[in-house]
């Protein structure tokens, strides 16, 4: 008999919700006009983007601005640090303002801008809280952007990007703020009219949209202005800013699940919520897990507990999970085929010693998970203790 999979690894990315499954298909069969197309199936497929984009629009709480498709975080990250990086010449070579840890997608540009002549500055992060004392340092600096995640895709903290936002802007009023609130959209309140940020990612499998499809809202002032630069041409679609026919199935699906999403939004962040703390409060108050490291960030997401086994590598307890039928991660899915050997930069910024960062994996949620799975979990965590840990 095949062992039931229990999946905890919801941040990594999630199952196709139902709806958008089915508003995908229909467009699929029926809905192939091109929405650059003047003809009645042009039109046709214009006014499903449009109608996706308002759900999108609505789950994201912000009614102005507009939204850049793309591929998914990855690409919305990459034209929001790099076509803000060359849309204005006076500001090329500034500085760019970040924390230690983001996700690989905005690392890596920003290690391609540093060699092209930009600096980077950090702020500390830690126990996941962005930390502005360090700011003062950063006053001469010509600031032309500061990018920061909503929500830590490894600690689980969420980060005040509100807080970001108002020090950048009252300090920079040329920088634009950027969030990349791919764990953190539906999660906690993203919305820019409340945190008052210039671009905001998000991408589709996180929330129950397939993989492949996401976005980056831009807020009215970066379009005024022409604060971004495209990183593909050659079309016009999207504002100009990402030429390429739309993948209409892909944001048909992504609308639905925003609309399915916010609905369910309060009531699953609140299991989720509850799922994590009757999990951590286990692990800290019942001896089997004495050698048990929690992460508990000072902010934590509803959907995120960070653990370890400090000395007992996180491959190896996620193997041995894994055979048991339960699928976690250790350190963030994308970076796990480049890094396995080396201490994340989140958990280090975070705090967590080496040895400790090395032994983390993350359990992630989607608020179905039962009282049975987390007694699955902790009983199979315990054997790990026994068969694994004290032998060594
Ligand atoms: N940012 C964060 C914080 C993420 O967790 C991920 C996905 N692991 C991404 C960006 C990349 O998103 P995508 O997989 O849609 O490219």
Redesign the pocket.
Known sequence: MNTPILYLDH??TTPVCPEAVEAMMQVLRDGYGNPSSRHTLGRQAAALVQKATEQIMDALGVKQGALIFT?????A?NLAILGRAEAKPRLQGGTILTTQGE?A??EAPLAYLQQKGYSIAYLPTKEGVLDFSVAESFAAKKMLLATA?TVN?ETGAVYDIKALSQYVHQHFPDALVHT?A??GFLKVDCSPQNTKVDML?L????IGAP?GI?ALWISPDVIKTRGLLPRNIGGDQCQDLRSGTENVPGIVALGVACEVGKKQQKEKNEKMAQFRLSLLEELQNDARFRAVTVLTPKHPAPHILSLAIPGLPAETLLNFLSQKGICVSAG???ASNHHQSKASAALLAYGVPEKTALSTIRLSFDGTETQQDKERFLSLLSDALTFLYRRR
């Open positions: 941040s990594a591929s998914g975080g990855t690409e990250n996700h997608s905005v995640m895709n990349d791919t764990q990612t991408s589709g499998h996180k993989k996401g963030s899915a994308c």
